[in-house]
């Protein structure tokens, strides 16, 4: 059988318990030559890099023994005595794990209060469309097609369209890195570009590490794949560099920041914390996944410089979209990294979904082509954005309690609101939906709940009155809040209410 591409289960996985199962009940008997690696992939319609790892799994049980020069064979299985000792580690790892899933949907669940009508939402984080001019998809689908509708017949290449990888190239060399078209993936958006990179790490046995607060899509993308993710804890100025391990067990281990007006904080990492991040990864032999996906969006100074630059393509893996600065719906994101890794990424890309909407991609070259449209967009969104942060921290200095406090970012559009210590943003969330304004608490930007007294606050597809208002009926919210006495708050985050 082949395995579930649907499914939430690894490949690996499915193909490893099948095997597994085989040999153990005598379906696959004891010296059984099993296929080559690159036969059983075709068989299976995965890559070999999924299969090799099935197989290392089974051969460490030995169950199977592979034979250099003569090909892999089926072992004796080891009966070995019946253990009725109970597996306490694992047995509380699975129900942490079911534990957290249950908070984190009963959490998820509670952000359709914010779906009420006359609820001013601070919690969308896509693009305004209001900063699109009517007629442009038109006009930019017009342009694609202009060499002829059969270019967007076929699949095309799987990597993504030529001329689009060689636009997004231009967009490194603007900030001085010279980046190939062999060195880019086009992905459905960043979203896919993290469940590729998942994919991989699940494969291979890559050690995840991901800094917190961080948005959501991260850890789902890698929970998904049921990988282990440690937590480092991040400040306004980046990840806590203490918190960093000396010393990194396992190689080729994966780093997820957000460097550039992270998400949801909305600041940027500062220049020293960029450094050493740099050179822990060089030293520990760990690969940078630097989220910049909102780096169009840089409005005050200058936006950090990629880590393309240093620690480079051989340990960076570089995403980037135009969901943030351009169109949600297009679903235009993609990976720049070193060709080895793009090749890797292709492979399970095409098991995934053969390449992206050829058209989508057309009107995206369309867009980054039309340089004069383009750069213009930039300034123009750059502006509207910078004037929405401006109206919304203005709003928090007039009407908020001072014992609360905010980030003000460089751009973008969320800032990180913290209470003082013993007040829940959840409960808040639940008092201010009750007075028609919603955010998204702290406990849904990570993965083990934390961040109790804290929130984002994301205003980039409101209007400047709904932004005021909206804060109003917020502070009058905390205001109410906040003459209450701190109390202790439970895992839900409910305290007390």
Same mark, same amino acid.
């Given at each position: 059988m082949k395995p579930d591409k649907t499914s939430t289960t690894p490949l690996y996985i499915q193909?490893?318990?099948?095997?597994?199962?085989?040999?153990?009940?005598?379906?696959? *008997?004891?010296?059984?030559?099993?296929? !080559?690696?690159?036969?059983?992939?075709?068989?299976?319609?995965?890559? %070999?890099?999924?299969i090799r790892r099935a197989l290392q799994d089974l051969m460490e049980e030995g169950l199977i023994t592979s034979h250099v020069g003569r090909g892999?064979?089926?072992?004796?299985?080891?009966?070995?005595?019946? =253990?009725? !000792?109970?597996?306490?580690?694992? $047995?509380?790892?699975?129900?942490?794990?079911?534990?957290?899933?249950?908070?984190?949907?009963?959490?998820?669940?509670?952000?359709?209060?914010?779906?009420?009508?006359?609820?001013? &939402?601070?919690?969308?984080?896509?693009?305004?469309?209001? !900063?699109?001019?009517?007629?442009?998809?038109?006009?930019?689908?017009?342009? %694609?097609?202009?060499? +002829? /509708? $059969?270019?967007?017949?076929?699949?095309?290449?799987?990597?993504?369209?030529?001329?689009?990888?060689? &636009?997004?190239?231009?967009?490194?060399?603007?900030?001085?890195?010279?980046?190939?078209s062999e060195q880019i993936l086009v992905t459905s958006g960043s979203q896919q570009a993290i469940a590729l990179v998942a994919q991989a790490a699940a494969e291979n046995r890559t050690k995840i590490l991901c800094e917190t607060p961080c948005y959501t899509g991260v850890t789902n993308a890698f929970s998904a794949f049921n990988l282990h993710i440690e937590t480092v804890m991040r400040d306004a100025e980046g990840p806590d560099i203490s918190r960093l391990p000396a010393h990194v067990d396992t190689a080729d281990s994966i780093f997820y920041l957000c460097p550039v007006l992270h998400n949801p904080m909305g600041t940027d990492i500062s220049p020293a914390r960029q450094r050493q991040i740099s050179e822990w990864a060089l030293a520990n032999h760990v690969t940078l996944l630097a989220d910049e996906v909102f780096r169009d969006l840089h409005t005050d100074g200058d936006a950090p410089v990629s880590f393309l630059k240093d620690p480079g393509p051989e340990r960076s893996i570089i995403l980037g979209s135009l969901s943030k600065s351009f169109i949600s719906g297009l679903r235009v994101g993609w990976i720049v990294t070193?060709?080895?890794?793009?090749?890797?990424?292709?492979?399970?890309?095409? %098991?995934?979904?053969?390449?992206?909407?050829?058209?989508?991609? +057309?009107?995206?070259? &369309?867009?980054? $082509? =039309?340089?004069?449209?383009?750069?213009?967009?930039?300034? *123009?969104?750059? &502006?509207?954005?910078?004037?929405?942060?401006?109206?919304?921290?203005?709003?928090?200095?007039?009407?908020?309690? *001072? /014992?609360?406090?905010?980030?003000?970012?460089? +751009?973008?559009?969320q800032l990180w609101v913290t209470l003082p210590k013993g007040f829940s943003s959840v409960e808040l969330y639940i008092r201010s939906v009750e007075k028609g304004v919603a955010f998204l608490p702290g406990p849904l930007q990570d993965i083990n709940n934390r961040f109790l007294n804290s929130f984002r606050l994301c205003y980039g597809s409101l209007g400047i009155e709904d932004i005021r208002t909206g804060i109003m009926r917020l502070s009058e919210a905390v205001r109410e809040y906040l003459d209450e006495s701190p109390g202790e708050t439970g895992m839900s985050g409910l305290g007390d209410f």
């Open positions: 193909i490893r318990e099948e095997l597994r199962d085989s040999i153990l009940s005598g379906t696959l *008997k004891t010296g059984e030559r099993l296929p !080559t690696v690159n036969a059983f992939a075709s068989e299976k319609d995965v890559t %070999a890099a999924t892999t064979f089926v072992g004796t299985p080891e009966k070995k005595p019946i =253990d009725n !000792t109970p597996q306490f580690p694992a $047995e509380a790892s699975v129900a942490a794990r079911t534990l957290r899933q249950s908070i984190n949907r009963s959490l998820g669940e509670m952000m359709t209060l914010a779906q009420k009508p006359g609820v001013i &939402a601070f919690t969308r984080g896509i693009a305004d469309p209001d !900063t699109i001019e009517k007629g442009t998809l038109t006009r930019l689908a017009q342009k %694609a097609l202009a060499d +002829g /509708e $059969e270019l967007f017949w076929d699949y095309g290449d799987p990597r993504g369209l030529l001329p689009l990888r060689k &636009a997004i190239a231009k967009l490194y060399a603007e900030q001085g890195i010279p980046v190939t070193s060709e080895e890794r793009i090749r890797v990424l292709t492979q399970i890309k095409k %098991a995934m979904d053969l390449g992206c909407p050829p058209l989508m991609q +057309g009107i995206a070259r &369309a867009f980054l $082509e =039309d340089q004069h449209g383009y750069s213009a967009h930039r300034t *123009k969104i750059r &502006a509207h954005y910078r004037t929405l942060r401006d109206t919304t921290v203005q709003a928090l200095e007039t009407y908020m309690p *001072k /014992e609360v406090e905010w980030t003000v970012p460089c +751009g973008g559009f």
